[in-house]
Nanobody, 124 residues
Framework: QVQLVESGGGLVQAGGSLRLSCAAS????????MAWFRQAAGKDREFVAA????????IYADSVKGRFTISRDNAENTVNLQMNSLKPEDTAAYYC?????????????????WGQGTQVTVSS
């Protein structure tokens, strides 16, 4: 059973930066595709970014492209999300997700394992 633990959330002013991390255990990390989703209060969970098992492919939601960067360290079993130029509309709980094999990257139902989430609040 894969376990995911997020960290790095917090309160930041608009225009600032945060770096989220997700530590994975219980599986062969180097074979897991990884992603970040977010969910704002009263809204559906939405895709943010994903990275393939070997780091060779990354995709982003249009709303974060050019501001957020997803990366992974297979030696440390971690995936990170560097968030720059944050906006109030980025405020949400951010969730790390993992899945084996091929999948529909932007569809949260495709992802098999989830962390508990970390809150990001961006003040204006």
């Amino acid at each position: 059973q894969v376990q995911l633990v997020e960290s790095g959330g917090g309160l930041v002013q608009a225009g600032g930066s945060l770096r989220l991390s997700c530590a994975a255990s219980g599986g062969t990390f180097g074979r897991l595709n990884m992603a970040w989703f977010r969910q704002a209060a009263g809204k559906d969970r939405e895709f943010v970014a994903a990275i393939s098992f070997n780091g060779g492919s990354t995709i982003y939601a249009d709303s974060v492209k050019g501001r957020f960067t997803i990366s992974r360290d297979n030696a440390e079993n971690t995936v990170n999300l560097q968030m720059n130029s944050l906006k109030p509309e980025d405020t949400a709980a951010y969730y790390c997700a993992a899945a084996w094999g091929s999948l529909m990257w932007r569809n949260h139902e495709s992802w098999q394992y989830w962390g508990q989430g970390t809150q990001v609040t961006v003040s204006s």
